[in-house]
């Protein structure tokens, strides 16, 4: 068995604790093709959580300005195109048009100081990646 591959997609100390922040990264699938995959990553306290930047809604990108993706109180997950809320560690839609739907998960783990995307394929280029 092959072992999943990790990217390191930032410091941990580059998010601030009770702040969101979105990666614009490169993945490659099952048939070496590239795709963008937009994903959030939330950093409370010591815990990183990460889900892939699309409303269950409609598709859009939850952040209406870069790096918005909060509520107005700081406790969840917002899509600024409907206004639907996102329990921060389940993704859980909480509120708005797609209550009761979910944010997709991804794995992510803090390695040496460094917050990784686990177990998927990214294109390792500089270029293609701006966070």
């Not at 209550?99 to 995307?117: E, F, K, S």
Request: hydrophobic letters at 35%; charged letters at 20%; one cysteine or more.
């Amino acid at each position: 068995m092959r072992p999943s591959p990790i990217y390191v997609i930032c410091r941990f100390n580059d998010i601030p604790s009770r702040q969101a922040m979105g990666f614009r990264l490169m993945v490659v699938d099952d048939h070496g093709n590239h795709r963008p995959w937009s994903i959030i990553v939330v950093r409370w306290g010591k815990k990183v959580l990460g889900y892939v930047n699309r409303c269950p809604h409609n598709g859009v990108n939850l952040d209406w300005q870069r790096n918005e993706f909060l509520d107005p109180y700081g406790i969840r997950l917002m899509c600024g195109k409907h206004g639907s809320t996102f329990e921060l560690g389940t993704g859980r839609c909480v509120e708005g048009p797609c209550q009761g739907r979910v944010l997709t998960p991804i794995a992510l783990a803090v390695l040496d100081g460094d917050i990784c995307v686990v177990g998927v394929h990214l294109v390792e280029d500089d270029a293609s990646a701006n966070n």
